[in-house]
């Protein structure tokens, strides 16, 4: 595992090492870190969009539930018949 860092980074990470931070440098390695960075934040962000939608979506199915119901009970109201017959 050692041997796989350095060879990725360099030796002790310095400038002007073999690696990608000799072929960077230390400029070019940070915006590679964050890049990294704003890769992760955006599959977060995805994930709480994606976490609102199926909050957005129940909530839509519930009101319209309630307004189902409400219909038919408005509806039985309508329809009933306080003329006796006898």
């Keep these: ?5 350095k060879s990725l980074f360099g030796e002790s990470f310095k400038m ?3 690696g990608i931070m000799g072929m960077l440098g230390n400029e ?3 915006n ?3 890049g990294i960075g704003t890769g992760m934040n955006m599959f977060q962000t995805g ?3 994606d976490f609102q939608k ?3 979506n129940k909530a839509d ?9 409400d219909q038919r009970e408005q509806d039985a109201l309508n329809n009933l ?4 017959t006898a």
């Design 47 to 49: 994930d709480m969009m």
């Design 16 to 18: 002007g090492s073999d």
């Design 61 to 69: 199915a519930r009101t319209q539930g309630l307004y189902d119901r």
């Design 54 to 56: 199926g909050l957005a």
């Design 81 to 84: 018949d306080f003329t006796a």
């Design 32 to 34: 590679l870190i964050k």
């Design 1 to 5: 595992m050692d041997g796989l860092l």
């Design 28 to 30: 070019g390695v940070s």
